[in-house]
């Protein structure tokens, strides 16, 4: 009995070294274990991306956040009156509150030019903008008819222009508007914030409905600093939007897209018109405003896909990657009957990891392409001399070598591509299942079993 244990033992241990289900079984654990790396590696990423962000709102803070126009709005406050039970006197008083009623423009035209400017927080490069705009169109005069409030309750005198704007900390120089040819400046805060919360006003004169004066013209030039994105509220009865810029990636964004947009190497200009029967909200309202904001448009700045988020997509990709990877050297172990140790397998796979962390690193000081070049080279030597000193076949090494660089360049490939890269992804895979199944089509499974019990 002494002698048949370690007989017992020994089969057993020659039986799990051989057998081709565990092999299989320890390599997908091992890719299991391989993707903790792998999910420290993205929340690296995002820790980066976050640090990124953090440094583009530092530098918005203090130039100027995202901006959206909104104005010119004509308000003109009366008195309103209601009925107010006073317990003391067991009776009804009427109280007089001042009220506001807001008149948008008959027209309104925005012609203006975006002038992008790269600016740099340590490492991280941030897009900010300076905007000159010309704004022009004109208003009827107020007609307070439809709410039949009582002329004298008009308070015409105290009537003023608003005018809305995110971060009043961008304006570059002093804001005047010619109104009826009369030049009358802007001083900050809006006396109502039913509609504008954030902006400038200025007192004007505005005739009684029925006077002589029906319409008043306006034209004001606005100097501001932006960051990201500017956007404007169509509150014009027509509001034709004119924009042009020499950046070369907007994306047009909000209620409305663009009627005309032209996009070349030397910018964009982008063109909109809009009605009032394409928005919520009436020409003429009292009190609060629905829906003025959430007819805004406009265009933002963008790098169609920065550093960050390619190396994301990147390590998305890092669990087909390891898997391709150990499938390979699976491969090499059934046909060339080289033996590899799980413990090889991770060094491999943590080689892999190691491919991102690089590819980070060195793309926030590098372009992506070189950075994805770099890394990758380092990582697939690497692999390729720890393959050969498995393997000590020069065949063997080439091959894996040949099929490491494929892997690269088709995963290259995917992430530069924004629109195709689920079909690509998906053919890819298909080409190399494809591969798989035509390489291990002459395999007698369990004769390879069969034999290495033998």
């Known amino acids: 009995m002494e002698n048949e244990k370690p007989n017992f033992f020994e089969r057993a241990n020659n039986w799990l070294k051989s057998s081709i289900m565990i ?13 903790i790396p792998v999910n420290m590696v993205q929340d690296l990423i995002r820790e980066r991306e976050y640090r990124q962000q953090n440094a583009i709102s530092e530098v918005s803070s203090k130039w100027g956040n995202a901006q959206t126009v909104n104005g010119l709005i004509l308000t003109v406050p009366y008195n309103a009156y209601k009925k107010v039970y006073e317990e003391k006197s067991k009776d009804y008083k009427l109280v007089s509150t001042r009220e506001y009623a807001h008149f948008l423009p008959e027209q309104l035209n925005i012609d203006g030019e975006i002038l992008p400017e790269l600016r740099y927080r ?9 905007s000159k705009l010309e704004l022009t169109g004109s208003f009827r005069t107020p007609d307070f008819e439809e709410w039949k409030i009582d002329d004298k309750d008009i308070i015409w005198q ?6 809305g704007l995110s971060d009043l900390r961008g304006i570059q120089e002093n804001v005047a508007v010619e109104w009826d040819r009369i030049e009358y400046d802007f001083n900050p805060g809006v006396e109502s914030n039913d509609v504008i919360g954030n902006g400038i006003s200025a007192r004007i004169p505005v005739n009684k409905a029925g006077s002589t004066n029906s319409a008043y013209d306006f034209s004001l030039s606005l100097n501001f600093n932006g960051s990201s994105s500017l956007n404007f509220i169509p509150i014009g009865k027509s509001t034709n939007v004119s924009i042009r810029s020499d950046w070369v990636n907007p994306s047009f964004d909000g209620a409305f897209l663009p009627d005309k947009r032209e996009i070349d190497k030397d910018g964009f ?6 009605l009032h029967l394409n928005r919520p909200y009436p020409q003429q309202f009292r009190g609060g405003g629905r829906g003025v904001y959430e007819s805004a448009f406009g265009v933002n700045l963008i790098v169609p896909v920065d550093e960050y988020q390619k190396s994301m997509r990147a390590a998305k990709y890092a ?31 943590l080689a892999l990891c190691v491919f991102y962390t690089l590819l980070i690193a060195i793309s926030e000081h590098l372009t992506f392409k070189i950075s994805y070049l770099i890394s990758s080279v380092a990582i697939i030597g690497l692999i390729i001399s720890y ?5 000590k076949d020069r065949k063997v090494t080439n091959l894996i070598g040949g099929i490491l660089v494929l892997l690269y360049l088709f995963i290259y490939s995917i992430i530069q591509l924004q629109d195709y890269a689920l079909l690509m992804g998906s053919i890819g895979l298909f080409i190399v299942l494809a591969v798989v199944m035509y390489t291990s089509r002459k395999i007698d499974w369990y004769d390879i079993q069969r034999k290495r019990e033998e």
């Open 269 to 274: 200009t982008a063109d909109w018109d809009v």
């Open 122 to 130: 340590g490492i991280y490069e941030v897009i900010v903008y300076n």
């Open 158 to 163: 105290d009537a003023f222009l608003s005018l």
């Open 23 to 35: 092999r299989l079984l320890t390599v997908a654990i091992l890719i299991l274990l391989l993707l």
């Open 319 to 349: 669990a087909m990657f390891i898997t391709l990877t150990f499938l390979i050297f699976f491969f090499v172990q059934i046909l060339v009957k080289v033996r590899i140790h799980p413990i090889q397998y991770i060094i491999i796979g």
């Open 387 to 391: 393959a050969y000193i498995i393997s």
